[in-house]
């Protein structure tokens, strides 16, 4: 949900925004019997979020793989459902057929559709496996992050204050890079962008205090991430303050005003030690 300027063109996306690019448009010529020409449909990038790129695994500079974007070269007229010729890198130019690229994603599917929605490990196993080869802001990719943020820190065996410093990080890596595909795909106010934050924001808070106790970081750089945090927490209750009564979505809003006296209560505390 977002401000809409007068006189912009309302646009609907009919078959769930986050999907992929194929799957998006396979969906609407079935169902709807139209190719898009959207936009994001028209941009190789989808504006950006990256929501069907796949990495580069040509040779870089230095022995390493390049890593540059894989993106579909498109026929500009978008009017069939096969408007993808090949593929191409955006750093080294080099190319890869669409059916590469096809057979990598029903390899991904395949790889989520077999593993239990609970299965931690299972679930980063697949970041392992194709993480070098997709963009980490990848729909499916997205889809595995998005599964992990709301195990970890929940799931028996994996609360906050059990997890390692290196997996709290990663779970906030996790909400970052789908926050930044959120960013442009489904910008302003939205559930999904609301339970994300709270779930980052929770990692964050744990992350801080293990830093603090290990002193890692100094009582100032503690007190300096605080105004980050309060911001995270006005923001996860603009984002979810319409949520119905009794959901889990009210229930995070009612730990977030909590949280947030915490937070200025800690700010206090800290401003009182030597
Ligand atoms: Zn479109
Ligand atoms: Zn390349």
Redesign the pocket.
């Known amino acids: 949900m977002t401000a809409i300027p007068a006189g912009q063109e309302v646009t609907l996306h009919y078959s769930g925004g986050l999907k992929g690019r194929w799957e998006r448009r396979k969906i609407l010529w079935e169902g709807w019997c139209f190719a898009c020409q959207c936009l994001r449909c028209k941009s190789p990038s989808e504006l950006g979020s990256h929501f069907s790129t796949l990495i580069?695994?040509?040779?870089?500079g230095d022995g390493s793989?390049?890593?540059?974007?894989?993106l579909p070269n498109l026929d500009p007229n978008l009017t069939t459902l096969n408007d993808v010729t090949d593929y191409e890198?955006?750093?080294?130019?080099?190319k890869a057929d669409g059916t590469t690229v096809q057979k990598l994603e029903d390899q991904l599917t395949k790889a989520i559709e077999s593993t239990f929605t609970d299965d931690i490990e299972g679930l980063e196993s697949i970041l392992d496996q194709f993480g070098s080869k997709f963009h980490p802001q990848h729909y499916l990719i997205s889809i595995v992050k998005w599964l992990l943020v709301n195990l970890l820190g929940r799931k028996p065996g994996f609360a906050n204050s059990q997890m390692s410093r290196a997996r709290l990080e990663g779970k906030i890596k996790y909400c970052q890079d789908y926050l930044n595909a959120l960013d442009i795909i489904d910008p302003g106010i939205s559930h999904n962008r609301g339970r994300t934050l709270w779930e980052m924001y929770s990692a964050c808070v744990f992350q801080s205090q293990i830093d603090f106790q290990n002193q890692t970081i100094s009582k100032k750089g503690f007190q300096d991430s605080l105004p980050n945090l309060r911001q995270i927490l006005l923001e996860v209750q603009r984002c979810l303050r319409f949520s119905e009564g009794g959901s889990f979505e009210a229930k995070i809003v009612e730990l977030s005003q909590k949280a947030l006296i915490s937070v200025d209560e800690i700010n206090k505390f800290l401003d009182m030690m030597p």
Request: net charge neutral; aromatic share 6%.
């Open positions: 580069c695994g040509g040779p870089g793989n390049c890593r540059g974007n894989l890198c955006d750093f080294c130019h080099s």
